[in-house]
């Protein structure tokens, strides 16, 4: 791994998202819009939102990271420039991981603005420390960048890559917890819910609204997450070679 290349691969990324305003507004507005809505669907009913927003708070930004990612390197692939840019002495591992600094800043920015809103305009009441939640937050973000550039190796077209988000994303939502208690589904699905990373992305979040205390399940949640994420990681840079048809 070469850092300057690694570095140059980020700011080109950035500068790209820099000139797509949609794109832009896809992950830093959304989520927040999102979650807005959530609040005043629920406005006679503040506990429902108190119960269910923090998890939300994760899951959103999740969404839309692996919908854009996966459909950028979707793009690198096969537009060919994935392929010249491995006939550099560009590394798998220095693209991976300027593109993972360059979501990495985004889902930054992406968890600092929907931690303020949720938690200052829209009221959101959670017991356990604000810096910690905005750090799920983050994490949930990064995590939803990783699995989109894994699963972009599977799809020839940037239709294909939007068809990931039911097949990928969907099932673990309804898997989650957030619905059902995970302990109240039925064997099968118990066992399935613990091997899916959005069901401790979400627990991390249940636990942060509902005491104060950095317990162990929390860290390994976190832990788990992060795991993860480095997996995936991994696994897209087995997926590039050199060359993309």
Known sequence: MNTART?????????????????????LVVPCLLLTLLRYMYD?????????????LGIFPLIVMFLVTSV?????????????????PLGKADLLLGYALAFGAVA??????????????????VAGPTWLLFAVALGDGLLGMAL?????????????????????????LLLCGLFVP?????APLRWASDVLPLSYAVD???HLAAGPDITGALVRDLVVIGGCVLLALA??????RRRTA
């Open 182 to 186: 995970r302990s109240a589904m039925a």
């Open 108 to 125: 930054l920015v992406q968890a600092a603005l929907a931690s303020v809103l949720t938690l200052g305009l829209l009221g959101l009441d």
């Open 235 to 240: 696994l897209g840079a087995a997926t590039l």
């Open 148 to 172: 989109g550039l894994l699963v972009s190796a599977f799809a020839r077209t940037e239709f294909q890559a939007v068809q990931f988000l039911p097949a990928v994303i969907l099932p673990q």
């Open 7 to 27: 570095l140059a691969t980020a700011r080109r990324v950035l500068a790209q998202l820099r000139h797509d305003p949609r794109t832009l507004a896809l992950l």
């Open 72 to 88: 950028a390197m979707l793009r690198e692939r096969t537009t060919g420039t994935l392929e010249r840019l491995l006939t550099m």
């Open 44 to 56: 006679d009913q503040p506990l429902v939102f108190d119960r269910i927003g923090a998890a939300l």
């Open 204 to 206: 991390a979040m249940d």
